[in-house]
Structure formats: structure tokens, C-alpha cells
């Protein structure tokens, strides 16, 4: 069997949604310092839907991966359906990921996260601050790295 499914390798080689936006309504980045991986998240919203989504990864190819399928999956979707993102919908929406790089999905999940707080706290929206947890904060975000 090989290491990473044909969708991984589909979304690797042919990225989707790559790039930035230059009027984003928020922006995201999180990164692993373990692995290297860093990922920025930039989404445009209107009427509380989610209308345009672009990402910049630096990292592996489960990295780029993640990204690509995390922004197809939240493109168009109101952002109550994008917070239920999660990486194990990523993974599965990829047909897997070796079990070493599924902090990649990790990362996916909480730069969006990240790209939704920013647009709370630009916007002035009150959230509940326990749906943000803060990812430098490492007791409470394990990244699979157990290596």
C-alpha cells in the first residue's frame, strides 16, 4: 500500500486555493515549530458565509495537502459549519494520512480556527473564547508528535 492515498497526492500536486487575499477578513497562521510546518489562512465573508478562502503553506506535502482539502471543505459554508471543521474530517476527507503527519490536519483545523477569531476580534462579533484555545498553549494541544 502506498504511504499516502491518491487524494493527498492530488491535493499536494494540484493545490487548491492557493494564494493570499489582499482584503481578507481574517487571517490565520499557526505553525509547528517541531516539524516545521507553518500555514496562513486568509478568508473573505459576506452575510456570515464563508465566500472566499486562500491559504499559504509552508511544510510537507501532508501540509499542503491539509490545507488545500481544509479550504475546500469550508469554501461557501456559513462559519458556524467551518468552526466544526476538524482535523480528523480533513484526514478522512483525504482518505488518511500516516499517522506521523496527522498534526498536519492538526494545523489545518486550528489556522482556520485562527482565521475566524481574527475576523471575530476585527469585527467586534462576541465569541466564546473557550472554542479558540490558544495553540502556543501546549498542555491543551497536542500535536501527534510523539514521535
Given at each position: 500500500?502506498?504511504?499516502?492515498?491518491?487524494?493527498?497526492?492530488?491535493?499536494?500536486?494540484?493545490?487548491?486555493?492557493?494564494?493570499?487575499?489582499d482584503d481578507?477578513?481574517?487571517?490565520g497562521?499557526v505553525?509547528?515549530?517541531?516539524?516545521?510546518?507553518?500555514?496562513?489562512?486568509?478568508?473573505?465573508v459576506e452575510?456570515?458565509?464563508?465566500?472566499?478562502?486562500k491559504?499559504?503553506?509552508?511544510?510537507?506535502?501532508s501540509?499542503?495537502?491539509?490545507?488545500?482539502m481544509a479550504?475546500?471543505?469550508?469554501?461557501?459554508k456559513?462559519?458556524s459549519?467551518?468552526?466544526?471543521l476538524t482535523?480528523k474530517?480533513v484526514?478522512?476527507a483525504l482518505?488518511g494520512l500516516?499517522a506521523?503527519?496527522?498534526?498536519?490536519s492538526?494545523?489545518?483545523?486550528?489556522?482556520?480556527?485562527?482565521?475566524?477569531?481574527?475576523y471575530?476580534?476585527?469585527n467586534?462579533?462576541e465569541y466564546?473564547k473557550?472554542?479558540f484555545?490558544?495553540p502556543?498553549?501546549?498542555?491543551?494541544?497536542?500535536?501527534?508528535?510523539?514521535?
Amino acid at each position: 500500500m502506498a504511504l499516502y492515498s491518491e487524494k493527498v497526492m492530488d491535493h499536494f500536486k494540484n493545490p487548491r486555493n492557493v494564494g493570499k487575499l489582499d482584503d481578507a477578513d481574517g487571517i490565520g497562521e499557526v505553525g509547528n515549530a517541531r516539524c516545521g510546518d507553518i500555514m496562513k489562512i486568509y478568508i473573505k465573508v459576506e452575510n456570515d458565509v464563508i465566500t472566499d478562502v486562500k491559504f499559504n503553506t509552508f511544510g510537507c506535502g501532508s501540509a499542503i495537502a491539509s490545507s488545500s482539502m481544509a479550504t475546500e471543505m469550508i469554501k461557501g459554508k456559513p462559519i458556524s459549519q467551518a468552526l466544526e471543521l476538524t482535523n480528523k474530517a480533513v484526514a478522512e476527507a483525504l482518505d488518511g494520512l500516516p499517522a506521523h503527519k496527522l498534526h498536519c490536519s492538526v494545523l489545518a483545523e486550528e489556522a482556520i480556527r485562527s482565521a475566524i477569531k481574527d475576523y471575530y476580534d476585527k469585527n467586534g462579533i462576541e465569541y466564546d473564547k473557550a472554542m479558540f484555545p490558544d495553540p502556543t498553549d501546549e498542555d491543551e494541544h497536542a500535536h501527534g508528535d510523539d514521535e
